[in-house]
């Protein structure tokens, strides 16, 4: 379980985010709406440890992420983490992009983590690019390629940022599609996204994010057809 209690976050004079509480179970897809700089990639962000925070707690499987005594690269290996764009090596193949991580921060031998690779390529779709340069994917492939590369540390959590921004319109669907399978498969989500259908589809719940704040959390069904609270109709009635 991800619970963060009483979250605040400045960067400076800037408070981004103003005491955010919310629990994550296992198997729990959770995405994360509003509007820009409402602070949800700023909450991803603080979830693996990649931004500190000023005030709260926030725990991963009881382990506190921000505690000075908490192996930080120990947690984040069990935390898959996907951004909007994501610079493979252009020099590595797509199978030996995949296998660096399983290699330098697992300790893998190259065959192990050749085999963990192939598995994880194969299941987002791309066992047939395993010997193409990243160049040669289309932005869909890539993303799904960065899945793939966060699987490959069989993490327990997968945090997705705005995974499908930077696509062209006819690519977003089979990121979505890879990230649909993941959650049927049992896999714990959070998911900050732009794409209304996907949070209305896929998730278990939703949180409306607002000036730094949850305005409003519940399920899709809530969210979307009786919101409670009139900034999340305006918002949704915005995009
Ligand atoms: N590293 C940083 N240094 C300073 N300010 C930052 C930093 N990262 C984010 N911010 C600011 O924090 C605020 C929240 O940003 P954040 O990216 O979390 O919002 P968001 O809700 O994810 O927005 P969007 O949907 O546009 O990505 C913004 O005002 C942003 O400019």
Known sequence: MI????????????HVLKGVDLSVQKGE???????SGSGKSTMLMCINGLEGIQQGRITVDGV????????LNKLRRRIGIVFQQWNAFPHLTVL?????????V????REEAEVIAVEQLSHVGLKEKLAVFPSRLSGGQQQRMAIARALAMSPD?????????????QLVGEVLDTMRMLSKEGMTMIVVTHEMRFAREVSDRVAFFREG????IGSPDQIFENPQQPETAAFLKSI
């Open 64 to 71: 506190e992420v921000h505690a000075k005594a908490t192996d």
């Open 106 to 109: 697992l300790g893998k031998s």
């Open 96 to 104: 030996e992009n995949v296998t660096l991580a399983p290699r330098k």
């Open 29 to 35: 897809v959770l995405s994360m709406i509003g509007g």
């Open 157 to 169: 959590y997968m945090l997705f940022d705005e995974v499908t921004s930077a696509l062209d319109p």
């Open 213 to 216: 704040r949850i305005h409003e």
């Open 3 to 14: 619970a963060i209690e009483n979250v605040h976050k400045q960067f400076g004079a800037l």
